[in-house]
């Protein structure tokens, strides 16, 4: 069992490791990411995915390789099935904001409900064979599709949007059904009816099982499917009343003239071919530096601890990423302050509601005493405190943007390692020694932080 224990010792044994070129060709069923490849291909993906990060050194790699690519060939069309290098310098710290800290990792990625780029990422604990990756991939396929009986048979099919329905034996609902679904999400409305909802059976003409019938539009003459119940020729069906989504799919999908149509799909094929060639080809690429905008909102510095304490050290305060510099104009805190107000500028432009970012300065002696309570040694450190949860999560990489962006990521998504905030650190005041408050609080807010948590790989 291969077990580095934290992301510190695994950087280190990567540094050591010699280089090995990444498992996977360009030939191989599995799509090959980086940081950037992985939020275009996986995190604003309407599919769900599962990606491997792995070392081209590590035998436990080598020896799932042939099952990982056999379940890839078995989901294509339903699924992603990725992997990520992590041996690779520009994938370290991308794979240490996931929270990687033995090889393989696995992780399920499904679309969110609530907003789009925003996954619900997973820990996959099953076996390591490629069917038992498959089923567990299959399982988490979102299901978009409609359960349709005789009473609600009339207002499934009512309005102009297409239809789709699959007439069947089953009563659970297909990982290839799902799938077409998610393909055609806004456009065509995708539905089951079970074999025992005779009146709609026989409003269709359906005498066998399994059948599967598009209707055009309301009042349209349904066209029964007379091929093989496989993805790609049932695409090719449903595309006869609009054009599946891109990937990844745009909020709201809305089936176009033909003219339209035809404009679209090459837009989209240009579109996804150079992202999947940017995926195929990311170990050879390192993640370019966001460029600033002209009118960049620069994040705050704290000079006094006052300031830091009001917005994030006192007992309710909720999640704060903070910049330690050696000083308010030192230009060793140059890098890390130009990366997070570039990120301050992007989401108060995008109205985006994130954690308050702020530098602090280090050469105030009040300051300094709090930089030395968390265990920062550094003259340039990057930290995000929760004082209202008492966790605390160090940043580790380079000052790059996008470096910065992926781990700032990963703690909105309450991905990676957090560690008890240290005795002292949070500041009390008379008005919250209440303590109906404090218990109020305790009962809504707990959550269990470890000092450490623990990765067995897979």
């Not at 498992?23 to 599962?50: D, E, G």
């Not at 696995?106 to 996959?124: F, H, M, N, Q, T």
């Not at 349709?148 to 009563?171: R, W, Y």
């Not at 968390?374 to 008492?390: H, M, S, Y």
Request: hydrophobic share 35%.
């Amino acid at each position: 069992m291969h077990r580095p224990g934290v992301v510190a010792a695994l950087a280190a044994t990567l540094a050591l490791a010699p280089p090995v070129h990444g498992m996977y060709s360009k030939s191989s069923p599995v799509l090959q990411l980086n940081a950037k490849t992985y939020h275009s291909l996986i995190a604003q993906s309407n599919y769900t995915s599962i990606v491997e990060f792995y070392a081209p050194w590590c035998g436990h790699c080598k020896n799932l390789k042939p099952a990982y690519e056999k379940a890839a060939k078995q989901l294509s069309g339903l699924a992603k099935v990725a992997a990520v290098d992590c041996d690779e310098e520009t994938n370290k710290q991308f794979c240490g904001a996931m929270g990687v800290q033995g090889f393989p990792t696995l992780k399920i990625v499904r679309p969110g409900k609530s907003a789009p780029g925003r996954p619900v990422v997973e820990d996959y604990q099953g076996a390591r064979t490629a069917s038992a990756i498959m089923e567990a991939v299959a399982s988490k396929i979102n299901n978009h599709v409609s359960r349709v009986t005789d009473k609600d048979l009339d207002t499934f099919l009512s309005g102009d949007k297409p239809k789709a329905i699959l007439f069947t034996e089953k009563g659970t609902t297909s990982a290839l059904l799902r799938s077409l679904a998610i393909d055609f999400l806004g456009v065509i409305s995708v539905g089951q009816i079970r074999d025992k909802e005779k009146t709609a059976a026989k409003k269709f003409g359906i005498e066998k099982f399994p059948s599967f019938v598009l209707i055009p539009g309301e009042g349209q003459e349904p066209i029964v499917y007379d091929g093989e119940l496989q993805k790609t020729p049932m695409v090719e069906f449903l595309k006869k009343v609009g054009e599946p989504n891109p990937d990844p799919a745009p909020a709201k999908a809305k089936a176009a003239s033909d003219k339209q149509k035809s404009k679209k799909t090459k837009g989209d094929a240009k579109t996804s071919s150079k992202a999947e060639s940017e995926a195929s080809g990311s170990s050879a690429s390192s993640p370019e530096a966001a460029t600033p905008t002209p009118e960049v909102i620069a994040i705050s510095v704290a000079t006094t601890k006052q300031d830091l304490t009001e917005k994030c050290l006192q007992p309710k305060a909720s999640t704060c990423i903070l910049a330690f510099v050696p000083s308010a104009s030192s230009k060793k805190g140059d890098p890390v302050r130009s990366s997070l107000s570039q990120l301050n500028t992007k989401y108060v432009h995008g109205n985006r509601q994130l954690f308050p970012f702020l530098a602090v300065a280090s050469d105030v002696d009040e300051l300094a005493s709090i930089k030395q309570s968390l265990g920062l040694t550094a003259d340039v450190e990057l930290v995000a405190i929760n004082a209202r949860r008492e966790w605390l999560r160090h940043y580790e990489g380079d000052f790059g943007v996008e470096s910065v962006e992926a781990w700032i990521d990963a703690i909105r998504m309450g991905e990676g390692t957090k560690k008890k905030l240290p005795t002292g650190v949070i500041v009390q005041s008379a008005a919250q020694d209440d303590p109906t408050s404090s218990k109020s609080e305790e009962a809504t807010e707990k959550e269990t932080v470890t000092e450490e948590v623990k990765h067995e790989e897979l």
